[in-house]
T-cell receptor, first 113, second 111 residues
Framework: KAGVTQTPRYLIKTRGQQVTLSCSPI?????VSWYQQTPGQGLQFLFE???????NKGNFPGRFSGRQFSNSRSEMNVSTLELGDSALYLC????????????FGPGTRLLVL | TQLLEQSPQFLSIQEGENLTVYCNSS?????LQWYRQEPGEGPVLLVT?????EVKKLKRLTFQFGDARKDSSLHITAAQPGDTGLYLC???????????FGAGTTVTVRA
């Protein structure tokens, strides 16, 4: 079975721009979660989508948004980029039940200049 | 404040030595997971523990889930340079869908 894939792997943007990241989950997985990882804050939960609906949300500003498609693929969008948005963005997929193990993709490294 | 507190934050040891990483919380978890992450990559799942008091062994790695399901430990015997990485514990509180992560322990095994 193919693992979780994320595109692009690396991205450089400037302040004020917007960015869209993509995540393809493991086949059969219906839940996709997004995380931001920085050296100072560690792994922070952004949001989770299940069957095209946002089921959980972390404490991030509204500039961070996402969506999920009928094939379970998910996108995350960040508008009006700030320098502090530079991070590794990880997505993880699972079957979607409570306490299900999550499997991570390799991440997208975003650098905001 | 992190829901899961990991200690130590950094660990540097010589090849062949043993090490233990701790993950503690005041909350009860329905399950707890340990991941290892290498630079520039996503975390890779090592193990999931679900039963209080459970002990799981994966070659030289031993994972323990506390009786009260509030804490866990990872013990590595005879560490090797390939064990180098960031070790993360993560758990979902009972009835929750989302995972909370510890801040991680950076382990360096010197040859």
């Amino acid at each position: 079975k193919a693992g979780v894939t994320q595109t692009p792997r690396y991205l450089i943007k400037t302040r004020g721009q917007q960015v869209t990241l993509s995540c393809s989950p493991i086949s059969g997985h219906r839940s996709v979660s997004w995380y931001q990882q920085t050296p100072g804050q560690g792994l922070q939960f952004l949001f989770e989508y299940f069957s095209e609906t946002q089921r959980n949300k972390g404490n991030f500003p509204g500039r961070f948004s996402g969506r999920q498609f009928s094939n379970s693929r998910s996108e995350m969008n960040v508008s009006t980029l700030e320098l502090g948005d530079s991070a590794l963005y990880l997505c993880a997929s699972s079957l979607g039940g409570r306490d299900e193990t999550q499997y991570f993709g390799p991440g997208t490294r975003l650098l905001v200049l | 404040t992190q829901l899961l507190e990991q200690s130590p934050q950094f660990l540097s040891i010589q090849e062949g030595e043993n090490l233990t990483v701790y993950c503690n919380s005041s909350s009860v978890f329905s399950s707890l997971q340990w991941y290892r992450q290498e630079p520039g990559e996503g975390p890779v799942l090592l193990v999931t523990v679900v039963t209080g008091g459970e002990v799981k062994k994966l070659k030289r790695l031993t994972f323990q889930f506390g009786d009260a399901r509030k804490d866990s430990s990872l013990h590595i015997t005879a560490a090797q340079p390939g064990d180098t990485g960031l070790y993360l514990c993560a758990g979902a509180t009972i009835g929750d869908y989302k995972l909370s992560f510890g801040a991680g322990t950076t382990v360096t095994v010197r040859a």
